[in-house]
């Protein structure tokens, strides 16, 4: 709370593409992570910026997912027990902070245009958000992080927290390196689009599937546990 006022902060990851091309990808995913600017979590950022020094990654690095799951770059030179390490301290930085999250999803194989897929991702946040709105309501301002990874996204939340509320501001130029939160939304996000996969293909890759040691262990160590944040 600042002067009084009561904020909470709603950090935006997507993952996928709002082409309804399902080669592209078949999955669309917007993941939310909300914080009440009132919880400090200024400990859980020490210590997590204290762990990346200790593997030679600065405190001012954006920690990627995605990345880390694959051994792409800029993780090319960890070894995966190192990966797994950033990967799970992240995943406790998530279970200990005040944070809640939603995802919202879409298969595409059963939309035939890119405003078919807005339309239902409006309708599933617009859902939540109605759902929520005593919570919402309860604050003076609601302030969206997104790093306008994607127009469409962008224009998406847009119209539903238009709809919603007006006393929201968009921060602009928002820097994944800058907030934690927003990198604890792009993990989430990585996430959860492996439980959808799981859910509907019943399968994961198998570079996925040897940097979690097993499925068991995924949904054990990460689901789980990432479950008990979800703001239903």
């Known amino acids: 709370m600042k002067n009084g006022v009561k904020e909470i902060s709603i950090f935006v990851d997507e993952s996928g593409s709002f082409s309804p091309d399902i080669h592209s990808s078949r999955y669309c995913l917007v993941c939310m992570v909300f914080h009440n600017q009132s919880d400090s979590i200024s400990d859980d950022i020490a210590q997590l910026d204290e762990m990346l020094s200790r593997l030679s990654l600065s405190e001012s690095h954006a920690i990627?997912?995605?990345p880390l799951v694959r051994w792409e770059?800029?993780?090319r030179n960890l070894r995966r027990q190192d990966r797994r390490?950033?990967?799970?301290?992240?995943?406790?930085?998530?279970?200990?902070?005040?944070?809640?999250f939603q995802t919202f999803w879409v298969d595409k194989r059963y939309v035939t245009s890119s405003g078919e897929l807005h339309d239902q991702l409006?309708?599933?946040i617009t859902r939540f958000l109605i759902a929520h709105a005593d919570d919402f309501n309860s604050f003076d301002k609601l302030k969206v992080y997104y790093d306008n990874g994607q127009e469409e996204v962008l224009a998406l939340l847009k119209t539903a927290f238009a709809i919603f509320s007006s006393r929201v501001i968009f921060v602009p130029e928002v820097s994944p390196s800058r907030y934690r939160l927003f990198q604890a939304a792009d993990m989430i996000a990585t996430l959860e689009l492996l439980r959808i996969k799981l859910e509907t293909e019943k399968k994961i890759s198998e570079t996925e599937k040897l940097f979690f040691l097993?499925?068991?262990?995924?949904?054990?160590?990460?689901?789980k546990p990432l479950d008990r944040k979800r703001w239903v």
């Open 64 to 66: 990627h997912a995605g």
């Open 73 to 75: 770059e800029p993780y």
């Open 85 to 100: 390490i950033v990967f799970s301290r992240m995943m406790s930085f998530v279970r200990h902070t005040p944070i809640k």
């Open 122 to 124: 409006l309708q599933q």
């Open 214 to 223: 097993n499925i068991q262990s995924l949904r054990k160590n990460f689901f």
